[in-house]
């Protein structure tokens, strides 16, 4: 098994920044993508950024230029830089690995971003 523990969230104003962390432990012998999703309420879960195990990354439009998504492979560890935030970036971030060569999907518990004046 294995276990993604985030932390990182919290309440910022406008304009300001905050940095998502997800740990991956247990039984971890490779991670192919690594993935950051969100979810406000009412809405979808959706892709925000993710990060290949070749270093490949896409983002969503929606946070380009300002999000950077980036992973320590030695700490099996995976980041979201988020600046300039916006009220409309308040979610519930999770974040997502693909581990394994049966290529398991494994979720973080979820971390709250509120972005606020």
């Known amino acids: 098994q294995v276990q993604l523990v985030e932390s990182g969230g919290g309440l910022v104003q406008p304009g300001g920044s905050l940095r998502l962390s997800c740990a991956a432990s247990?039984?971890?012998?490779?991670?192919?993508?690594m993935e950051w999703y969100r979810q406000a309420p009412g809405k979808q879960r959706e892709l925000v950024a993710l990060?290949?195990?070749?270093?490949?990354?896409n983002y969503a439009d929606s946070v380009k230029g300002r999000f950077t998504i980036s992973r320590d492979n030695a700490k099996n560890t995976v980041y979201l830089q988020m600046n300039s935030l916006k009220p409309e970036d308040t979610a519930v971030y999770y974040c997502k690995m693909v581990v394994g060569t049966m290529r398991d999907n494994y979720w973080g518990q979820g971390t709250q971003v509120t972005v606020s004046s």
């Open positions: 990060m290949t195990s070749g270093g490949s990354t």
């Open positions: 247990g039984r971890v012998f490779r991670i192919y993508t």
